[in-house]
């Protein structure tokens, strides 16, 4: 069959649908690799190891450093011991993590992508493994090339097992911070431990097991949302990873470009040798400019100053560096490197601000808190003698961790008014007068009691009459009022 | 199938399919592999399903499938496991007194939470959500008490409520003085004058209330005593009461004198259980007119 079709898919267009091919980044070594080394060992001995620091808070709390402790509804974190209704603290510190994401972006481009994501951690982790067991790029290449013979299957087989063994470390790691880490750890070991463990395990090894050994670079350009909001987010003065193609172009073989030097023709640095895109752990070529599946790791720059050094030109030929100076020097003025300028203050200040506000609120927070409802229905009892009666829900709320003892009275009503207690006695506490009760509240608990206030008899009352709660910790003195109202028919 | 050679179209440089229709060759674009692989696991995961699980239905029936799997038998299972749970603490309120209840926080956090749901369920639609009653059925609330607002009485009353049908119900039964002619017509009115006249009610202008006094004492002072305050121990309402369990007014007493009426709450021991019933007392009688 003739066609006399124009071909819809053109070369030079792109196409709509490619297969990803299959990344073999090399091995380099350099500054940026040691920067990158020393973060994976710090961030993920962190991660592993945090669960065991030991944190003395007495005996009857727990003493792990980091717990989210959902059975009990607590978490605990070093000094810090959050509620449920505290959780706003975790909203603060998101905030804090995205804005200084920003902030990071502004100062240097994907600093998180290249050297603290998790993805990036974990992918780097397992590709080293990978090319210790496999070799590096062209054996690796080599590797999947050849037909499956015993060295092959030995090989995959053990990489894909130590994989595993990191994967399952990982979630391993992960349910340790929300129990008893040694005790859990014993448990698990002993076939003890609660299904939703061995499950979540289950999850957190998978999820590692392909996204850092299988999907790799491909979470980066096609899974992460990060890429195209910082698209956005960049500005000419953000350093990012950069070919300096000022300096680089026109690229040529080592040869051939001596061959133009010498016939007096313009010649760049770049060799053409490849290695920065064979270092690159997504497969893009940095030469083509800021890209979304660059991630801005610097390993390029590792490979390409290795290279700069042996042919002897000075390094630096991919850098950190802005549009603006490549335009700058080809213009023969000197680069600018502006740190501060009004998009890394603003950053700066509202991290500062949320932190202050935090800082602020964890100073003053209160050990203790006190809230009052009123009943709804009935508002007021008429009692048989003429005077009125009000109910209300009190509930009292004790976060020191010992049990604390309260003096609890109303204030702002007439002589005479009395305050009862459902289950607290008079009889059995020192009470000054009749308004005055104690309550205790055990250690690292709330309680919820039934408070009844009466009206003195023979004194009339407006139809809601506004009074006062006090409550006074008998130990530190501190004076808790809640505002309420006593309700009565009125005139 | 046909078998058919491979043929690539020349304009996408795509294989096709061999099928034709009119000169169209149909392309070949193969499902993506995971897409594939996730579809046949999910048949085999299915065929799995049907054999472990109840999920064919039948003509009588459904295949119960390996596991014996049943919905129903899991949420009984939990609902039993819940029921031996709450007896458990069930039981130390069973063995604690009511005042013992009252005073052990523990004890009063667990039958305050028994007692206000008991409540809701059972006694609201007499009493009132807010236990504050409606004509007919006592207002829980307030400190003025039939048979008794103490904890024990409480727990007696709803045990074994009034005029039940239950050999230790409680029982009182005021006679109807105008039905059954035990009273003339003009004695009635003058009785209730002087009964609202005893608890602040407006009285009728004309009325003789000494005439009332004589027929209050000749006929009522046995069961609600001599200043109409009534006597918990026979169930007798307190008349000088700022709320009647009836129309609060001098018509409304009498109506009540020529013809009582006369409520029934049931009994709710047999129903209910002791230990329910102890939560109800103590949730009762903390609402505040406890005694």
């Known amino acids: ?491 | 199938m046909a078998e058919h050679k491979k043929e690539i179209d020349q304009v996408t440089g795509v294989e096709t399919t061999g099928h034709e229709w009119d000169g169209l060759k149909e392309l070949n674009h193969p499902l993506p592999k995971w897409w594939l692989y996730m579809f046949y696991g999910s048949i085999v995961w299915a065929v799995i399903y049907w054999i472990l699980m109840p999920s064919w239905p039948l003509v009588n029936g459904y295949t119960k499938g390996l596991l014996d799997y049943s919905q129903r038998a899991v949420a009984t299972r939990n609902f039993d496991v819940a029921v031996a749970e709450r007896a458990e603490t069930g039981k130390m309120l069973l063995e604690a007194s009511l005042e013992e209840i009252q005073n052990t926080p523990e004890l009063l956090e667990f039958a305050m939470t028994q007692g206000k749901v008991a409540f809701g369920d059972n006694c609201a639609a007499c009493h009132g959500v807010g236990a504050t009653g409606f004509e007919g059925y006592p207002n829980l609330q307030d400190d003025s008490w039939i048979w008794g607002g103490d904890l024990e009485t409480l727990a007696t009353t709803i045990a074994y409520g009034v005029r039940a049908d239950n050999d230790e119900t409680r029982y009182a039964e005021m006679p109807a003085f105008g039905r059954d002619e035990l009273l003339e017509k003009e004695q009635i009115v003058q009785v209730a004058n002087y009964v609202g006249s005893l608890a602040d009610i407006p009285t009728q202008d004309g009325v003789d209330l000494e005439a009332g006094k004589v027929v209050y004492e000749e006929n009522c002072v046995v069961c609600h005593m001599d200043n109409g305050k009534g006597d918990m121990e026979t169930g007798t309402p307190n008349l000088t009461a700022p709320n009647y369990l009836y129309d609060r007014s001098v018509e409304g007493i009498m109506a009540q004198v020529n013809t009582p009426r006369h409520g029934v709450m049931p009994a709710w021991i047999e129903r209910l259980g002791e230990t329910t019933v102890k939560s109800l007392a103590v949730y009762v009688h903390s609402r505040g007119g406890g005694q």
């Open chain 1, 1 to 491: 069959m003739s066609s006399q079709v124009e071909p819809i898919d053109k070369e030079e267009d792109e196409a709509w649908f490619a297969s990803a091919a299959k990344v073999y980044p090399m091995q380099v070594k350099g500054r940026f690799r040691k920067i990158k080394w020393a973060i994976l060992f710090i961030s993920l001995g962190i991660y592993y190891f945090t669960p065991f620091i030991r944190w003395d808070r007495g005996p009857l709390l727990p003493d792990q450093a980091v717990l989210v402790d959902f059975e009990r509804k607590r978490g605990y974190f070093f000094f810090l011991e959050i509620w449920p209704q505290e959780v706003y603290y975790l909203a603060g510190l998101l905030i804090i993590a995205a804005v200084g994401l920003f902030l990071m972006n502004a100062i240097a481009g994907r600093l998180w992508c290249g050297y603290l994501c998790p993805q990036t951690v974990w992918t780097d982790l397992f590709l080293r493994v990978e090319s210790m067991i496999e070799g590096d790029r062209r054996k690796r290449i080599t590797l999947d090339k050849q037909p499956w013979n015993a060295e092959k299957i030995l090989k995959k087989g053990t990489k894909h097992f130590l994989w595993l063994m990191i994967a399952w470390w990982t979630g391993g790691a992960w349910v340790l911070y929300f129990a008893d880490a040694p005790t859990l750890v014993y448990d698990l070991a002993t076939g003890q431990a609660a299904l939703s463990a061995y499950v979540w395990i289950g999850i957190l090894t998978f999820t590692t097991y392909s996204l850092a050994g299988h999907l790799r670079e491909q979470v980066c350009v096609y899974m992460c949302p990060w890429p195209r909001i910082q698209a956005a987010l960049t500005d000419e003065h953000a350093l990012n990873v950069t070919y300096r193609y000022d300096r680089g172009e026109p690229r040529g073989h080592l040869k051939e470009n001596q061959k133009r030097v010498a016939a007096g023709q313009p010649a760049g640095d770049c060799i053409d040798c490849n290695q920065c895109v064979y270092a690159c752990p997504t497969g893009v070529d940095i030469r083509k400019g800021a890209q979304l599946d660059c991630i801005q790791c610097g390993l390029c720059i590792d490979a390409c100053d290795a290279i700069m050094t042996k042919v002897g030109k000075p390094a630096g030929l991919i850098a950190y560096d802005t549009d603006i100076n490549i335009e700058r020097r080809e213009k023969g003025e000197a680069p600018v490197y502006r740190l501060v300028r009004p998009r890394t203050v603003i950053y700066f200040a509202i991290i500062a601000m949320i932190a202050g506000v935090m800082l602020y609120v964890q100073l003053n927070r209160s050990m203790t808190s006190f809230s009052v409802v009123h009943d709804r229905n009935p508002l007021y009892v008429h009692q048989s003698n003429g005077s009125f009666r009000n109910g209300y829900s009190l509930r009292l709320l004790n976060k020191h961790n010992k049990e604390q003892s309260f003096t609890l009275s109303v204030e702002d009503m007439p002589a005479g008014t009395t305050l009862e207690v459902v289950g607290v006695h008079k009889d059995a506490v020192s009470v000054s007068n009749d308004t005055q009760l104690t309550l205790t509240v055990e250690a690292d608990t709330t309680r919820s009691v039934r408070a009844l206030v009466f009206s003195p008899e023979g004194v009339a009352l407006p139809a809601s009459k506004p009074m006062r709660f006090k409550l006074v910790d008998s130990d530190t003195g501190e004076i808790t009022i809640v505002p309420d109202f006593f309700r009565t028919p009125g005139n």
